[in-house]
């Protein structure tokens, strides 16, 4: 059964994406493993520091992955902030499935992308993590960062674990979304605002 979302009325929370990388462009599956950014994902990220410069962004915090790691550190370095790593950041484990295309996966694991399709928020990628999973790690991550006092927090992570921060962030209908790398949400007590433009 899916968690019910929590409200944080307290924080004005930012979430951004990391820029775009050499696997997004050839459509593989990151997941844990990395890979860098293209100079458009640099561009990005540099978009994103002059949106948010505006934005009275008390802290910087991170995923350890190195792809979001470093365009939170070029949207800090902006800031004038320092960049803080949070382990429970990373994106969805996608175990077995991470690094393949989806001819790969349709070849090794025949039927199981409808599966998923079934109930998203259950599956559980090969030896890797779910969605369910990967809400816990964002209920943990909000909690962290409401003890620290911060008012107006931004985070850098990745598309599916950011869903998860959004659906703890009081926002139902998380699970479709989709944030593209040049977008940073604004998220206060479940009411989302979408900063940038995609494409």
Sequence with gaps: MARRPSIRPRLTTYLARHGQTEWNVAG?????????????????????????????????????????????TIIARELSLAVQV???????????????????????????????????YAFRFPQGESYADGEVRAGRVLAEIEQLGVR??????HEMIGR???????????????????????VRAGVVERLGSSG
């Design 86 to 120: 949070i382990d429970d950041l990373a994106e969805i484990d996608h175990g077995l499935w991470s690094g393949l295309g989806t001819t790969e996966i349709d070849a090794r694991w025949p039927g199981q992308r409808a599966v998923r399709e079934q109930d998203k």
């Design 164 to 186: 998860m921060l959004l659906r703890q962030l009081g926002v139902p209908e998380a699970l479709d979304t989709r944030q593209p790398s040049d977008v940073v949400y604004r």
């Design 28 to 72: 593989r599956r990151q997941g844990r493993l990395d890979s860098p950014l293209t100079p458009a994902g640099v561009e990005q990220a540099n978009r994103n520091s002059r949106l948010l410069s505006g934005e009275g962004i008390d802290a910087v915090f991170t995923s350890p992955l190195g792809r979001a790691h470093r365009t939170a």
């Design 152 to 157: 107006r927090p931004l985070l850098v992570s």
